[in-house]
């Protein structure tokens, strides 16, 4: 079964910041052929799209992350890479990176959905304290 591998979850003090990084090596394609997706879950709630990287470059994230969280890729290393800054408590959550075999990638109200994902990593714990 292939599977994404995330990594650079962390406990870090309000403000702080937390760089995550998926791999993608086990894909069958570069990771420019995928739209990427990063996922969060908290306990008790559902997992939500906050940020997305589609095969033409172009990003996408939800209010409650845009501005402070920037979604890239290094296809080159079949990366993709969540830089986050100015965490909050509310960030706490298990990070997951997502991938998708479409043409054209998810957009608008679709993108954040987790049934337009094939392929998942098992994810990576952020905690943020205040």
């Known amino acids: 079964q292939v599977q994404l591998m995330e990594s650079g979850g962390d406990s870090v003090q309000a403000g702080g910041y937390l760089r995550l990084s998926c791999d993608t090596s086990a894909l069958r394609l570069p990771v420019s052929s995928y739209c990427m997706t990063w996922f969060r879950q908290a306990p008790g709630l559902e997992r939500e799209g906050i940020a997305t990287?589609?095969?033409?470059?172009?990003?996408s994230y939800t209010d409650s992350v845009e501005g402070r969280f920037t979604v890239s890729r290094d296809i080159d290393k079949n990366m993709v890479f969540l830089q986050m800054t100015n965490l909050k408590p509310e960030d706490t959550a298990m990070y997951f990176c997502?991938?998708?075999?479409?043409?054209?990638?998810?957009?608008?109200?679709?993108?954040?959905?987790?049934?337009?994902?094939?392929?998942w990593g098992r994810g990576t714990q952020v905690t943020v304290s205040s």
């Open positions: 997502a991938a998708a075999s479409k043409w054209p990638c998810p957009a608008g109200g679709t993108w954040f959905r987790v049934d337009q994902y094939t392929y």
């Open positions: 990287i589609r095969t033409d470059g172009s990003t």
